[in-house]
Nanobody, 127 residues
Framework: QVQLVESGGGLVQAGGSLRLSCAAS????????MGWFRQAPGKEREFIAA????????NYADSVKGRFTISRDNAKNTVFLQMNSLKPEDTAVYYC????????????????????WGQGTQVIVSS
């Protein structure tokens, strides 16, 4: 499995943008589909985006569709989450996740699909 480290969180005003990065260790990064989850205060962790091994396929939760973009750079072992038009309800800890199986992709993920989690990065959107 891969080890994941997120960065790029912070405080931003509503309507602003942030770009999260998730750096993965190991030489097998390109064989895993990747995802992003988030957990808001007092709520369960929720799936928000997934990307296939090559990056050709992506999928988003309805709550972020059209505002967030997931991408990956396999040469740099990194997956990104570009977040635009941020809203206060986007405030959460954001987690990067790697599929537990290699050479597999699903458009939507439950937590049971995750093999590795990052430590999380806090995003706060002020109104």
């Amino acid at each position: 499995q891969v080890q994941l480290v997120e960065s790029g969180g912070g405080l931003v005003q509503a309507g602003g943008s942030l770009r999260l990065s998730c750096a993965a260790s190991g030489r097998t990064f390109s064989s895993y589909s990747m995802g992003w989850f988030r957990q808001a205060p007092g709520k369960e962790r929720e799936f928000i985006a997934a990307i296939s091994l090559s990056g050709a396929s992506t999928n988003y939760a309805d709550s972020v569709k059209g505002r967030f973009t997931i991408s990956r750079d396999n040469a740099k072992n990194t997956v990104f989450l570009q977040m635009n038009s941020l809203k206060p309800e986007d405030t959460a800890v954001y987690y990067c996740a790697a599929d537990k199986s290699r050479y597999s992709y699903s458009a939507t993920w439950s937590e049971t699909r995750v093999g590795s989690w990052g430590q999380g990065t806090q995003v706060i959107v002020s109104s």
